[in-house]
Antibody, heavy 121, light 107 residues
Framework: QVQLVQSGAEVKKPGASVKVSCKAS????????IHWVRQAPGQGLEYMGW????????KYIEKFQGRVTMTRDTSITAAYMELSSLRSDDTAVYYC??????????????WGQGTLVTVSS | DILMTQSPSSLSASVGDRVTITCRAS??????LIWYQQKPGKAPKLLLY???RLESGVPSRFSGSGSGTDCTLTISSLQPEDSATYYC?????????FGQGTKVEIK
């Protein structure tokens, strides 16, 4: 069965970086894009960008340009999201999400369990 | 970016009630819309995609309709386990954008 298992919670100081991992299993890792979405405590969902595990192509939304880096390691079927220059408003649960393309629609079908990143001095 | 406006922001209904949540897009999105259910401390769960297609394993009391700029999620007979926050999301354009959520409580 498809699973996306993320790394554990992190506590970071302002200005530091965090790298969240997303280990995929149960499907062909290079055949599906991985997207990243975050959710601040008690807030809604915010899109961050995507990576194509097949060729390492990435696209980030403008808000995170220069601060986010998405990578993958096909040998261990894992995707990573690194966010730098952390601020308190980066405190959120970060989710990796698999993109399924079927029947003319490309939509997110599986989510990781989420990784809480807390930024605090 | 496409703005998604969900209404209402919260509602309280009784078991067995019919519940409707609306999502309006700032521009046409065809039927490229998803509805999620999210419970506290959990990842969003996919309920419907392509506005009206029920994800495998989701109870048939959930249904969706609409296209263009207006879509609707209906729960035909509300159950206690449906207490959650519901989000719409458009995938017509990147970046994906989400409604602000509707919190559904059971009276």
């Amino acid at each position: 069965q498809v699973q996306l298992v993320q790394s554990g919670a992190e506590v970071k100081k302002p200005g530091a970086s965090v790298k969240v991992s997303c280990k995929a299993s149960g499907y062909t890792f290079t055949s599906y894009y991985i997207h990243w979405v975050r959710q601040a405590p008690g807030q809604g969902l915010e899109y961050m960008g995507w990576i194509n595990p097949n060729n390492d192509d990435t696209k980030y939304i403008e808000k995170f340009q220069g601060r986010v880096t998405m990578t993958r390691d096909t040998s261990i079927t894992a995707a990573y999201m690194e966010l730098s220059s952390l601020r308190s408003d980066d405190t959120a649960v970060y989710y990796c999400v698999r993109l399924l393309c079927s029947g003319g629609h490309c939509y997110p079908d599986y989510w990781g369990q989420g990784t809480l990143v807390t930024v605090s001095s | 970016d496409i703005l998604m406006t969900q209404s209402p922001s919260s509602l309280s209904a009784s078991v067995g009630d019919r519940v409707t949540i609306t999502c309006r897009a700032s521009q046409g999105i065809s039927n490229s819309l998803i509805w999620y259910q999210q419970k506290p401390g959990k990842a969003p769960k996919l309920l419907l995609y392509a506005a009206s297609r029920l994800e495998s394993g989701v109870p048939s009391r959930f249904s969706g309709s609409g296209s263009g700029t207006d879509c609707t999620l209906t729960i035909s007979s509300l159950q206690p386990e449906d207490s959650a926050t519901y989000y719409c999301q458009q995938y017509y354009n990147n970046p994906w954008t989400f409604g602000q959520g509707t919190k559904v409580e059971i009276k």
